[in-house]
């Protein structure tokens, strides 16, 4: 797991200035002009959020997973978090 992500799939702020330097770093590596900078952390940032939202849906699968399993929920109940 990255440093800043928590388990509820929230990124902890990151120093401004470290996310300025990696992006930099990025761009110098790729060897990306402006344009195709913007384009890029245009489509990281939906990738990235997207990706947030999905570990989000996944712990609260868990979590009810977990609960019905301490509440010693029937193999019905856990077959229904699973499907559904």
Request: glycine fraction near 10%.
């Amino acid at each position: 797991m990255r440093s800043g992500d928590g388990r509820d799939g929230v990124e902890r702020p990151r120093s401004e200035r470290l996310e300025k330097f990696r992006k930099m770093r990025l761009i110098e590596v790729l060897g990306l002009r402006e344009e195709e900078s913007v384009r890029f952390f245009c489509k990281t940032n939906g990738h990235e959020e997207k990706v947030r939202d999905l570990m989000k849906s996944r712990n609260l699968i868990l979590d009810d997973i977990e609960k019905t399993i301490s509440e010693k929920g029937t193999p019905e109940e856990l077959a229904g978090h699973l499907s559904g």
